[in-house]
């Protein structure tokens, strides 16, 4: 049996008998290559679901919703690490959400896939095996996937199986070094670092979509929206945009589990990681603290041990 057809007849089973009201899951969308959450409460509802390589939205963010309810949230390690902080952080609880592990082995990127077609918009898309096949009225494409995955999945990190409630498949992420880029851009001089931090953030919209994709912003009133008192202007102006990413990552230091949907979600294409993984190192290295891997240790900021680290202290 199919991923998909387990992932169907599991959801559908629980729905059916009572023992989750909801299924937060993804399915096929409208347009080529792309899926779109789904909310099943109905076992003809779970008869959509979907999981494969071209599901990229964290749904984890939807559980902040429905605090009063039972769900069963179809997992990859993204969402399981998500759902690992849920927990920590107690806005999650293992008895309200059944975690259904699916196999993933890394999310198709859509913007490598426009790299690759050159602007050519297809017409239609499928995956078949670990091929990405898509066309237009005259052409055709058949790409690997190994070279069109998100750059947040080689080095991903897999949360124990006792995150899930049943595990479907394993996953199995694509090797490779999570700080390689993060060590390219350390190696910059400083006043290149900058230049560099400066042109990124000059392109930033300020539209916030990479706040409400992030599943770990989850504050009922961001401080960028506070204005009594007022904490970051809401201009366009460079250090207005500065302030306001410098400070969204200091709130997800030890927190972030580098899913990349604010990569994702960003429309012009600002590219955040390397300020989440810069600060997810330093929690690594001095503290040996890794989010998302496992519920049973305090969060990093509410967490004093006598041998932490202090030569910052003056």
């Known amino acids: 049996m199919s991923v998909n057809a387990l992932l169907r007849e599991t959801a559908a089973r629980l729905l059916a008998e009572g023992t989750v009201r909801l299924v937060v899951g993804w399915e096929k969308g409208t347009l080529p290559l792309r899926t779109t959450p789904l909310l099943a409460r109905t076992a003809e509802q779970a008869d959509r679901l979907v999981a494969d390589a071209t599901c990229d939205q964290n749904l984890a963010v939807y559980l902040t919703r429905f605090k009063d309810e039972k769900v069963a949230l179809v997992a ?21 959400v059944l975690a259904i592990g699916v196999p993933c082995t ?27 096949i898509c066309s237009g009225e005259d052409w055709e494409e058949r790409l690997p996937l190994t070279d069109l995955l998100e750059p947040v999945c080689y080095g991903c990190r897999l949360p124990g199986a ?12 694509p090797a490779g070094d999570r700080y390689a880029e993060l060590d390219r851009f350390r190696q910059m001089a400083g006043e290149e670092r900058y230049a560099a931090f400066c042109r990124a953030v000059e392109r930033c919209i300020r539209c916030y979509a990479c706040r409400q994709a992030c599943p770990m912003c989850y504050c009922p009133e961001c401080f960028s929206d506070r204005s009594a008192p007022t904490w970051v202007g809401s201009s366009d102006d460079l250090s207005d945009t500065m302030v306001f990413h410098l400070t969204r990552t ?36 001095r503290f040996a603290y890794r989010p998302g891997l496992d519920a049973a240790d305090r969060p990093l900021v509410a967490t004093f041990r006598p041998d932490d680290p202090e030569e910052f202290i003056r």
């Open 162 to 173: 006792d995150r899930y409630w049943r595990v479907l498949g394993e996953s199995r992420p």
């Open 106 to 132: 890394g999310m198709l990127s859509r913007r490598a896939l426009e790299r690759r077609l050159s602007g050519r918009l297809p017409a239609a898309g499928r995956l078949e095996g670990d091929l990405v």
């Open 250 to 285: 200091l709130h997800l230091a030890g927190r972030c589990v580098d899913c990349g949907a604010c990569v994702r979600a960003c429309p012009v294409g600002v590219d955040l990681r390397h300020l989440h993984l810069r600060l997810g190192r330093e929690a690594e290295e």
């Open 76 to 96: 990859r390690p993204c969402e399981a690490r998500t759902l690992v902080e849920y927990c920590r952080e107690h806005r999650a609880s293992p008895d309200r």
